[in-house]
């Protein structure tokens, strides 16, 4: 089950030394060509060595909000693939590649260790649901269990910015800007792969559609 792996994921910061044999990076860069798209876009993700981890993956993309949305969207499905494989990975904002908006940086984790960015993100903890949801929760267990791991997805500094509603069978999903008005479009996209990938566990057809404003909307046909 996709939830088991949601729950095993965490952001590692310190990686044992390991490099990536060639086997190991074709596999990896083979996913890249297996992966869903929100908005019918392809990125061109890249996996480098750029002196963090084992490698580091990224892609160029606009500053724009769907490419942004997108590359959320596409770089969390390649974490839990590599959590899968029991790779270590975190998401990092401050690579320098240009045109990309953040890097996934992965390889094996250095047990025992943590950093000072673990203490700063309060070490992962995370807001209860309540506090995230307009409105009522589902009483759906099916719609429980993809609002539980939309809430355990990744965060530039733990902001978990998500909120959520749900109305007539459908769960509407957006990010609350900070008060500098600064949106998380990766993030968004984020919680919409943890959404679409729980939710194709429970249900034939899951579809990811715009819908007013800056809200996404889970729809289940
Ligand atoms: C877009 C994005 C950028 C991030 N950038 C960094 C970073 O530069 N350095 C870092 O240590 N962690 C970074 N993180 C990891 C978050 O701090 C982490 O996801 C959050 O604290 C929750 O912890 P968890 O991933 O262990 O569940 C980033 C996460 C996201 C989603």
Redesign the pocket.
Known sequence: MIIETIKM???T?RFASHVLSEEEKSRIIEFFKSLPSLHSRRLDWQLRDLGKGSGTIFAACMDKPNCLVEY?FQGEIIVLELTKQNYAS?????IKETAAP?GIVIGKEEPGKFSI?DLI?NM?RRKELSSLVEGTLPEDERFLQILEACR?A?????RQPWRFAFHNNELYIWTKPSILGEHHW??LG?ALSHAFLVAQEFFTRVIIEKASGDRYRLVIK
């Open positions: 994921r965490h952001s910061r959320g975190c998401w990092n904002a401050g953040a960015n993100t992962g355990l990744p965060s530039s500094l733990n990766i993030e984020i």
